[in-house]
């Protein structure tokens, strides 16, 4: 995994960052290593049925996506294993479930980005109070 995803998982564990976005360890035992599965299972189901919205495998398959996340407005957050060097790994988001997204940066970069578009939308009145704040699961 990223290091500074491990970082994070160390010094937080599981929680949700600004009453929005989930993130959990895969390894862990919280009940959302459940979800976890449902979701792999659910993503390999959508790309059999169209490859070209969902290009990218997922887990356990080789290089296959590692689900980490999910926000309220109905994304899934995955990382995406293109390098030896999990470092330089890319963050893929299924979008509603009907397409992807990639994010090229690292973990801690969508994170920030992430709150920063909360902030934003919150601003502009499209949402109700972003506030930065970390809530363990």
Known sequence: M??????????YGSGIISEELMVFHPHGSTPLLSRMREVHERASRSRERRPDDFPHPFHP???GLIYWGYDFGGDEHFFMPCSPDPNQWKIVTAVHGSSCVIFDGPF??????FVTTLQFMDEAGNI?????????A
């Open 61 to 63: 398959e080789e290089k």
């Open 108 to 113: 801690v970069a969508f994170v920030l980005e």
């Open 128 to 136: 109700g109070p972003a506030t930065p704040s970390f809530e363990s």
């Open 2 to 11: 990223p290091s500074d995803y491990k970082a994070f998982m160390d010094a």
